[in-house]
Every structure is written in C-alpha cells, then in structure tokens.
C-alpha cells in the first residue's frame, strides 16, 4: 500500500485555463475527500464520495469545480476558467468509510494561477 | 452543523517546555475528534485521536489530548517539547458519517 496519490504536485496555469487533478486513495478505502487549503487556513471541505457517488458538495463550491470518481476508485478534480482566488493547496484524503472516518491525506496539489 | 475553533494562531514555546494548544468544538451529533499535524513541506497526518472511551488519549511521541464533553473542548498539551514539534497542529470533528470538520490551525515555533 503506497498511500493516497494526488498528481501532478505542483500547477502553474494562466487564468482562464481548465486545470485536473487526480488522486489514487488507499486501495481497501471506499470513501474519498477532496479538501482545499490556503496560506494560513485549515483544510477546507469541497467534497467527497462514498464509491462512485457523491454525497456531499460545499454550498461554497462554485460551479467551476467538478469532481468525479467514475470507478469508485480513483478521482479527479477539474477546475474550469481558472481564477487568481483558486490558488491554493487541493488535498485528496480517503477512509474506510466506517466508525470514525479517520482520513488520510495525500500530499497535496499546489495550482498557481498568474 | 459542526465547527471547530483553535483560539491561538501561533504559539512560540521555548524547548522543553511544557504546552497547550486550544481547541474548541461545536455538534450536534457526538462527536470523533482529531489532531492533525503538518510538519514543514509535508503533507497532514493524523497526531491523535478520541473515538470513544477514556477521555484521555495518547500519541507515540508525547503528546495528549483530554476530550471535555462539558466544556466542548479537545486541548493538546505536551509536557516538554522538543525542536522536532516544530510544525502546524490541527484540530478537527467528524460526527461519523459527516465530514471531517478543521479548524483554522496552531503554528507551534519550539525555540531552541
């Protein structure tokens, strides 16, 4: 087991453009995370899936961002129309789904928007 | 609804001293709570945490937590830090099902 993966690590894009992240969780997880964090904040709930559905979307998540996860294995994360605000730290977790949802993190995507 | 409040942005503490990171929550469910810790250029890893039982719980390397139902808190304390602690704790609350719930985070400076 190698963990969560998120790839790439680091996105420099321009504003406008269409970026995609993609996180690998633990193999035996079945729930999967997708927080954002910024300079100074803690990690901030965008969504999350349990398999392939998706059970809970931020109300502060703009209808820029999409997430899936069509195989209730790996997941992607795709910001349209990029924005100077969307700079950010995008962190993928999974869990096993039961008890206490303890997450673990993957190491993170870092977009810079210019 | 859930939330989670650290009332302290940073904390500078000199080595080997004692500590204490504050932590707050709110729920309306019961409640798992969470410490988190963010070393330098890494990413989140789970410190500790409360599920059920003892109010009291541990990590291998030192510090602890006490779960205060009454006074909705979940205060991380070590009684003498080293300059390895150097890193940003967070807390955090899942009602089990929902969300995992962070706050705002405690940068905490060990001073040698």
């Known amino acids: 087991d190698t963990g969560v993966s998120q790839d790439p690590r680091h996105k420099i894009t321009k504003r406008g453009q269409n970026v995609t992240f993609r996180c690998d969780p633990i193999s035996e997880h079945n729930r999967l995370y997708w927080y954002r964090q910024t300079l100074g904040q803690g990690p901030e709930f965008l969504t999350y899936?349990?398999?392939?559905?998706?059970?809970?979307k931020s109300r502060l998540l703009s209808d820029r961002f999409s997430a899936e996860r069509p195989k209730g294995s790996f997941s992607t994360l795709e910001i349209q129309r990029t924005e100077q605000g969307d700079s950010a730290m995008y962190l993928c977790a999974s869990s096993t789904g039961s008890g206490a949802n303890v997450l673990t993190f993957g190491a993170g995507s870092r977009l810079t928007v210019l | 609804a859930q939330s989670v409040t650290q009332l302290d942005s940073q904390v500078p503490v000199f080595e080997e001293a004692p500590v204490e990171l504050r932590c707050n929550y709110s729920?309306?469910?019961?409640?798992?709570l969470f410490w988190y810790v963010q070393y330098p250029n890494q990413g989140l890893q789970l410190l500790l945490k409360?599920?059920?039982?003892?109010?009291l719980v541990e990590s291998i390397n030192g510090f602890e937590a006490e779960f205060n139902k009454s006074q909705t808190s979940f205060h991380l304390r070590k009684p003498s830090v080293h300059i390895s602690d150097t890193a940003e704790y967070f807390c955090?609350?899942?009602?089990?099902?929902?969300?995992?719930?962070f706050g705002t985070g405690t940068k905490l400076q060990v001073i040698p």
């Open positions: 729920s309306s469910v019961s409640v798992y």
């Open positions: 899936f349990q398999n392939e559905a998706q059970l809970e």
């Open positions: 409360y599920l059920s039982g003892s109010t």
């Open positions: 955090a609350v899942s009602g089990g099902y929902q969300k995992v719930t």
